[in-house]
């Protein structure tokens, strides 16, 4: 882990903290396919999952406006966070499951691209959840959002990263 720390390009000192006066230049990186996975959990009554399982909530079908909202999350994040390049998105996944009191959303999104794709994943995976808060607050004061991390990301110099495994 610390090598790969000390190989990073664009190393940080205490000299050049806020010297960077725009985006990264990936100019004269070469275009390779890049693909991450993302997850949230959006923490649920019982009985509020019931009503999304029989899609009585008022407000609609629950899980597949939360995929439209997060795949249309993943291709605006560079509108969203301000240093990220617009990328030709080529693939966007996104999935649901019902696990104990709770949704656990996976966005993985693809790309042949010049630089990563982490963002886009988190932001989609982020964006599914408050998209299911958003439509069940009514139901539930107490939902919950957590443990929104990459998964694992694959293309570039970086390589692979996987995260181990995680508690619900």
């Known amino acids: 882990m610390r090598n790969q ?3 990073i390009k664009y190393q940080i000192s205490k000299s050049n903290i806020g010297k960077l006066e725009g985006t990264i230049d990936i100019s ?20 509020v999952i019931k009503l999304i399982k029989d899609n009585k909530i008022f407000k609609g079908d629950v899980l597949e406006n939360a995929r439209l909202a ?9 509108d969203l966070i301000p240093l990220c390049h617009p990328l030709r998105i080529t693939d966007i996944k996104i ?4 696990i104990n009191r709770g949704i656990r959303i996976i966005s993985q999104v693809q790309a042949l691209e010049r630089t990563g ?6 932001v989609s995976c982020t964006i599914c959840a408050l998209t299911i ?10 939902i919950e959002i957590k443990n929104i991390v990459l998964l694992e ?10 995260r181990a495994k995680m508690e619900s």
């Open 153 to 162: 990301k694959h293309g570039g110099k970086g390589g692979t990263f996987k």
């Open 5 to 7: 720390i000390s190989n």
């Open 28 to 47: 004269n990186k070469g275009e390779t396919k890049r693909v991450a996975k993302a997850e949230a959990l959006v923490k649920l009554k019982s009985e």
């Open 133 to 142: 808060y958003d439509m069940c607050k009514m139901y539930d004061k107490a």
């Open 70 to 78: 997060g795949i249309m999350a993943a291709k605006k994040t560079h």
């Open 117 to 122: 794709v982490e963002m886009e994943a988190l």
């Open 95 to 98: 999935s649901f499951a019902v």
